[in-house]
């Protein structure tokens, strides 16, 4: 049960109209931490607010690619946002894993949740959401020392108690407005997307790709950050975009100990 779940993370909810959720930190968050933390609550966020932005998102990570797309922001200036999956292919406290995670974060990067194993979320209850949600926060949070305030739904799929569970861990759920279809289309064909979308002339750019697809990282992402910074966007994560901080705390990373693993942390559906 989610109590038992969860024993280290307290939620909870007034009641479904409360403007804000409390949550209670779990006893290892860093001294100083307010024991509640305000959001804004049961958000859905699906484009960027800040004019002449780009948010170049990227799901279905920690990927070896990482490296690629990274080093292509970087050397143009810019930043991006990685949603992160917990044990859906290979275990994200991995040596491998968890250094990308930890590389993505210390370049400057968002790092955030895209839940632990890819399940539909509106197929879930209430307490497999939470299990879904807070074991991927807390890989997050164990690596890098920040606590993320960004979940992607995995398929962008999400119902009113999606919404009311990532209120009350104090998460904007986010999801996208431009889809690159890296995951179904060949490179020439999302380079056309992304020129067919610069040519349109939006305010600003919440784009889904992933860094999983080797033609996505390698080949289309160097291509639309040049034609992106070319038009005069600026590249930024997704709470950049937003106007919104990226963590809801950060402090030290933890030391890699015994619960560095992924044992015991499915959600049983």
Same mark, same amino acid.
């Given at each position: 049960m989610f109590?038992?779940?969860?024993?280290?993370?307290?939620?909870?909810?007034?009641?479904?109209?409360?403007?804000?959720?409390?949550?209670?930190?779990?006893?290892?968050?860093?001294?100083g931490t307010s024991e509640h933390y305000r959001r804004t609550p049961g958000q859905v966020v699906t484009k960027c607010t800040v004019p002449n932005t780009?948010?170049?998102?990227?799901?279905?990570?920690?990927w070896v690619y990482l490296?690629?797309?990274?080093?292509?922001?970087i050397?143009?200036?810019?930043?991006?946002?990685?949603?992160?999956?917990?044990?859906?292919?290979?275990?994200?406290?991995?040596?491998?894993?968890?250094?990308?995670?930890?590389?993505?974060?210390?370049?400057?990067?968002?790092?955030?949740?895209?839940t632990w194993a890819h399940l539909n979320m509106s197929s879930l209850?209430?307490?497999?959401?939470?299990?879904?949600?807070?074991? &991927?926060?807390?890989?997050?949070?164990?690596i890098t020392?920040?606590?993320?305030?960004?979940v992607r739904p995995p398929y962008g799929e999400y119902n009113p108690t999606v919404v009311e569970a990532a209120r009350a861990?104090?998460?904007?759920?986010?999801?996208?407005?431009?889809d690159s279809l890296d995951w179904s289309l060949d490179a020439d064909s999302i380079k056309k997307r992304y020129k067919d979308l610069v040519d349109s002339r939006p305010s600003n750019v919440n784009a889904l790709n992933h860094e999983v697809h080797q033609h996505s990282a390698q080949v289309v992402i160097p291509y639309a950050i040049d034609i992106l910074k070319k038009a005069g966007y600026?590249? &930024?994560t997704l709470a950049e975009c937003l106007g919104q901080p990226a963590y809801q705390f950060t402090g030290a990373p933890a030391a890699r100990d015994a619960s560095w693993t992924c044992e015991g942390k499915a959600t049983k559906v």
């Amino acid at each position: 049960m989610f109590g038992s779940i969860l024993r280290t993370l307290t939620v909870g909810l007034v009641a479904a109209s409360a403007s804000v959720a409390a949550v209670q930190l779990p006893p290892h968050a860093p001294r100083g931490t307010s024991e509640h933390y305000r959001r804004t609550p049961g958000q859905v966020v699906t484009k960027c607010t800040v004019p002449n932005t780009v948010a170049l998102t990227f799901d279905d990570g920690p990927w070896v690619y990482l490296y690629d797309v990274s080093k292509a922001l970087i050397a143009a200036g810019g930043k991006g946002t990685f949603f992160f999956r917990g044990g859906a292919d290979g275990c994200i406290y991995n040596e491998a894993q968890a250094k990308r995670v930890k590389y993505a974060y210390d370049k400057g990067h968002q790092v955030a949740s895209h839940t632990w194993a890819h399940l539909n979320m509106s197929s879930l209850n209430w307490d497999q959401l939470h299990n879904e949600m807070w074991n &991927v926060e807390e890989a997050i949070w164990k690596i890098t020392g920040a606590y993320p305030s960004f979940v992607r739904p995995p398929y962008g799929e999400y119902n009113p108690t999606v919404v009311e569970a990532a209120r009350a861990r104090g998460q904007t759920i986010a999801l996208w407005d431009f889809d690159s279809l890296d995951w179904s289309l060949d490179a020439d064909s999302i380079k056309k997307r992304y020129k067919d979308l610069v040519d349109s002339r939006p305010s600003n750019v919440n784009a889904l790709n992933h860094e999983v697809h080797q033609h996505s990282a390698q080949v289309v992402i160097p291509y639309a950050i040049d034609i992106l910074k070319k038009a005069g966007y600026k590249l &930024v994560t997704l709470a950049e975009c937003l106007g919104q901080p990226a963590y809801q705390f950060t402090g030290a990373p933890a030391a890699r100990d015994a619960s560095w693993t992924c044992e015991g942390k499915a959600t049983k559906v």
